[in-house]
């Protein structure tokens, strides 16, 4: 227990002592203890599947004694942070691949000189709109004095650029829809996503190593936590495909 934890107990306790605080109910306690527990078997649990899930039949995790409970909770928060880590490029990388598709219809240009020219007084907006109905609107005002690019087109949409010496245009129809751009080109988008790719890939061999490597204290601390005869998830649960063993057999013979 710590300096502070046992300050705190102190405190707490005369002032239990003094009437100012009610004294905890045994019950409540132990039904607070119990669903920790049952919180912690739960993670423990989780923690055991996501790691089994990673090992291949050919794994043989090796099964020792029970770590302490400081060594077990470091052991699950380190691989919790890691598992974050793998969500959180996921999630950049589904950002990144949303952005691409976005920015695909206008090609590769420098996003920082639209800004800039913006700055100066020169005004390039981005819009899309049903490719039948722009067609009709060839000898309209807005279509006219916005000095309308039409930068990519197909049968069903246009997707087109006014360029102004202001940041307000004309009345235009209600299709019409401004595009938000991204803040950077595709080429950068697609450089973002690959970089993603290849640390998502590292992290996952970093998972892998680690649940070999820590698997059976997560078991044998659950394993001592359940009641005896409860059933344990399965040492391997992960299939080994024909490519992964072919990928295994020339990384042993590059060692």
Known sequence: MTELNELIERLYSETIERGELPKPSIETSSISVKHEEEADTQRMLHVLNEMGALLNEDDQ???EES???EALLRVLNHWEAMIHSVQGIKEHMQSLEQDIVKMQPWGDFDVMKVEQLAHNGCYIRFWKMDSVRLSSQFTEPWFIDGNVLIVTQDAETSYFVTVTDRNDHLPVPADVEEISICPCPVSTLIMLQTR???SLKKMETLLGDYALVHYGEVYSALRKKLPKGT?????????????DKIRRFFKKTKK
């Open 231 to 243: 059933e344990l998830p399965h040492l391997a649960v992960r299939r080994e495909t024909l490519s």
């Open 196 to 198: 993603d790719k290849d």
């Open 67 to 69: 770590p302490s409970e």
């Open 61 to 63: 995790p090796k099964i």
